[in-house]
């Protein structure tokens, strides 16, 4: 606030004749010094800032850029004429009065101010007209009550007159498009550190273990790797191809003869190495009998303190579940000093079992529950889908979009045909607004799916989605920028990938897990998929779509344990026995080169071939080679590829790439996987590539080809199943060859039910959510 000169400011108790401080909400303006004329005479007539905002006109704000009189304007008013002179009339239409001293202009600004305030206050003080400073609406509204009250007219009057015209409201802005987050390139793998792996290398030297495990070790434990070992030889266990003699021998050779089987830091590392290789296994958890059995197996002379000490230790994790049905399994406190944990409860109460687990899955399995459990709950119903459902394809689809509108998780099961109903739906829901992704296990998959869509960006892989590398990106919060996600090929998706899926999702997205349950599990821990059908936490729509052709025929009945002979009028299945592993291959061969193509007009590169193992005289690794000798024969000169052979690319576990080899250099092996270019670094290349003309059903899971042969050896009996079967037979489209050599075990596979061959703990949590 600008201070007269020589005065007090406006508002303070020196500038109120009454000495009272006035209210700040009422405090006028500070007044424009008078507007001085050539000779320095005040011109009356000039505004001041009060004048200004009693008028109602906006005063500048303190310290704003208001003109002073020598720019030649006052604050309120234009400037007094140029050319005027003190002889003139002045703008209140009288002579100008004589030259006024400095001080008493001055003390006549201040006389000039108290008037004014003086004539505020009794304004203020006295009654103010009702309604005599209102305009537009207010003042129309006023006089419509005065003219009620006066009887002039009625009140049904302005109610039925019509509403008067008003300006078109604006529309709310669309929201901001979200920006896809730029995929960050994935870090070039980066191995330990030189003076680690030297140090890990002398520790290893005194340990009598082989120097080449040195980089493996550093990497599996860390830049303290050396110490590591040297505190706790058995942490050698962590490192790949490393078993128990070889830990047991390194540990001799480090703490000598004192160490026994009996030793803490031996048993701990034994528990831990069993519960990672089930987990490899698909196990989230195992039993502790189990778990004890192994123990006595490795020496161990007390399994229950060695599992009691590994809990109190943190190492693993103890649950209890109900046998009969899965309880909450929520973690228990690790037992007493003294305390065993036996299953068997003699305190009346039902009998448990005791499970073990890392800690990495059992809060997997629990933020999932919970994850499923929010999106359940979040659903927001206020779109209308009623259109949409009736203008689906098939009844099945109709069905999967009506019960989608009105939950937040569904389940839906169905064999190939009923990937049509997931599409639909995601084609429906598009029409209505909302924002939509599906997801894929592999790259077919995803390109099956656009093209089903119509919509190339609606379809990515789940493993393309999580990594940023894929899909619309996240939003502010960091939540997947999507209203409707459907996953399909669920049952390849293991527990870890899932609760990363489900907590991404923001409250009100709707989640459908789609898939079928006769295929094999995931090659990662858990079956999330089978879990969620079997603790019915969600509603689940079964599609009635069947399977067309032969193959489609031979498949479904395969699904319910009957392998039934099929009209193939066009060659769609074919069976070729052999009567051993050679024959096997020979002809796995001569169907892939020759007659399939030939017969069929199938190429070589669209035809897959699908053994049970990697290993065996018919296994992937001899059929790969034979079937590159024919068909692209080369002497391997990078790292055992060349240019054009037919690769796997496996960036993690459970991830198969089908790629081809481009070229190799310096930087690695550069491949090209479905169009998309990509370079494994030379270190890399042999753990994660693998010739891809004969492949595992795991590895082929979740991904269809034109042509398929299904190769089973004799030896391969004992690894059939019905699961198994039911995967590499449904990988054909067009066409399907068996090479049968195991006699009576493939119909006694196809007819035995399915075993429950993995120990998870999420039915048990998703049916605790529900009661």
């Known amino acids: 606030m600008t201070a007269l000169p020589g005065g007090d400011t406006p508002g303070s108790p020196a500038a109120d004749d009454a000495g009272a401080v006035a209210d700040p909400a009422t405090v006028p303006s500070p007044p ?12 009356e007539g000039a505004a001041t800032a009060d004048d200004v905002a009693a008028e109602g006109a906006e005063a500048a704000p303190d310290g ?7 720019d030649g304007e006052s604050a309120g008013g234009s400037a007094p004429d140029a050319g005027g002179t003190p002889g003139e009339e002045t703008a209140g239409g009288e002579e100008a009065a004589a030259p006024l001293s400095e001080t008493e202009a001055e003390l006549a600004a201040q006389r000039e101010l108290r008037e004014r305030i003086e004539k505020r206050k009794a304004e203020k003080a006295g009654p103010i007209p009702a309604g005599g400073k209102l305009s537009g609406t207010a003042a129309d509204l006023l006089a419509a009550v005065r003219a009620v009250e006066s009887g002039e007219k009625t009140a049904a009057a302005f109610f039925d007159s019509p509403a008067p015209a008003t300006a078109p409201r604006r529309p709310a802005p669309a929201p901001a498009p979200t920006r896809p987050r730029p995929p960050e390139p994935a870090p070039a793998p980066r191995g330990p550190a030189p003076e680690t792996v030297a140090e890990v290398a002398a520790v290893l030297a005194e340990g009598g273990a082989p120097g080449a495990l040195a980089g493996p070790a550093a990497e599996a434990l860390g830049p303290q790797a050396a110490g590591v070992l040297r505190e706790d030889p058995w942490r050698m266990l962590a490192v790949p191809g490393v078993g128990p003699e070889q830990a047991d021998a390194f540990a001799r050779a480090l703490l000598g003869p004192g160490c026994g089987p009996d030793d803490e830091r031996r048993t701990t590392a034994l528990i ?29 002379s007390d399994p229950e303190a060695a599992v009691r000490h590994a809990v109190a230790a943190g190492a693993v994790l103890v649950f209890q579940e109900d046998e009969d049905e899965a ?15 036996e299953e068997d409860d003699s305190s009346g109460r039902e009998p448990v079992r005791v499970l073990l687990g890392l800690d990495r899955y059992a ?23 009623t259109e949409a459902a009736a203008a689906a394809g098939s009844p099945s689809a109709a069905e999967l979009i009506r019960v989608v509108a009105a ?11 009923a990937r049509a109903e997931p599409a639909a739906l995601l084609v429906a829901a598009r029409t209505l607004g909302l924002r939509v992704l599906g997801t894929a296990h592999g790259v077919d998959g995803r390109r099956r799916l656009a093209e089903a869509t119509g919509d190339p960006a609606a379809a990515v892989t789940l493993a393309g989605l999580l990594s940023g590398a894929e899909g619309p990106g996240r939003d502010e919060e960091g939540a997947i920028a999507v209203d409707l996600l459907v996953v399909l090929d669920a049952p390849q998706v293991d527990v870890e990938s899932a609760a990363m899926l489900v907590e991404s999702l923001a409250d009100g997205t709707r989640l459908v897990l789609s898939g079928d349950p006769g295929v094999l599990g995931s090659a990662g821990a858990g079956r999330v998929f ?109 790292g055992g590829f060349d240019p054009g052979d037919r690769v796997v690319h496996v960036p993690a576990p459970g991830r198969t790439v089908p790629a081809t080899v481009v070229s190799a250099d310096a930087e690695g092996l550069h491949l090209d996987c479905a169009g998309e270019r990509i370079v494994v670094p030379q270190q890399r290349v042999a753990s994660s590539v693998r010739h891809g003309w004969a492949l595992s059903a795991h590895q082929a ?24 079967v039911y995967t590499a037979f449904g990988r054909a489209e067009r066409h399907l060859s068996v090479v049968h050599g195991v006699d009576q075990a493939l119909p006694r596979a196809v007819a035995e039910p399915p075993a429950q061959d993995r120990t998870t703990r999420l039915r048990g949590l998703l049916e605790a959510t529900t009661r």
């Open 32 to 43: 424009s010094p008078p507007v001085r004329g050539e000779g320095g005479e005040a011109h």
């Open 64 to 70: 704003g850029d208001d003109k002073t009189p020598e």
């Open 272 to 300: 831990g190495r069993l519960l990672e290789r089930a987990a490899l296994r698909g196990h989230t958890a195992m039993e502790a009998t189990a778990v004890r059995a192994a123990l006595a197996e490795h020496a161990v």
């Open 327 to 341: 309880g909450d399994g929520g973690p228990v406190p690790a037992p007493e000093s003294g305390e065993d944990m």
């Open 363 to 385: 809060l997997a399995e629990e933020s999932l529950a919970d994850g499923l459990a929010r999106l359940a709950h979040a659903c927001e119903k206020g779109t209308d889908w």
């Open 407 to 417: 939950h937040g998780v569904v389940a839906h099961t169905g064999g190939e045909a």
């Open 530 to 638: 089978a879990d969620v059908l079997a603790a019915r936490a969600c509603p689940q729509v079964v599609s009635r779509t069947p399977d067309p052709g032969p193959i489609g025929e031979l498949v479904s009945g395969i699904g319910i344990g009957e392998l039934n002979q099929v009209e193939a009028p066009g060659r769609e299945v074919v069976i070729v026995p052999v009567r051993d592993a050679g024959e096997a291959v020979h002809r796995t061969v001569q169907l892939v080169a020759d007659s399939v193509p030939r017969a069929l007009g199938i190429p070589s590169a669209d035809t897959q071939v699908i053994t049970v193992g990697h290993g065996g005289s018919a296994g992937t690794r001899a059929l790969n080679a034979a079937l590159k000798q024919r068909l692209n024969p080369g002497p391997g000169r990078f």
């Open 701 to 724: 899971a979740g991904t269809r080809w034109p042509a398929v042969v299904v190769v089973l050896p004799g030896d391969a009996a004992q690894g059939l199943s019905r699961p198994w």
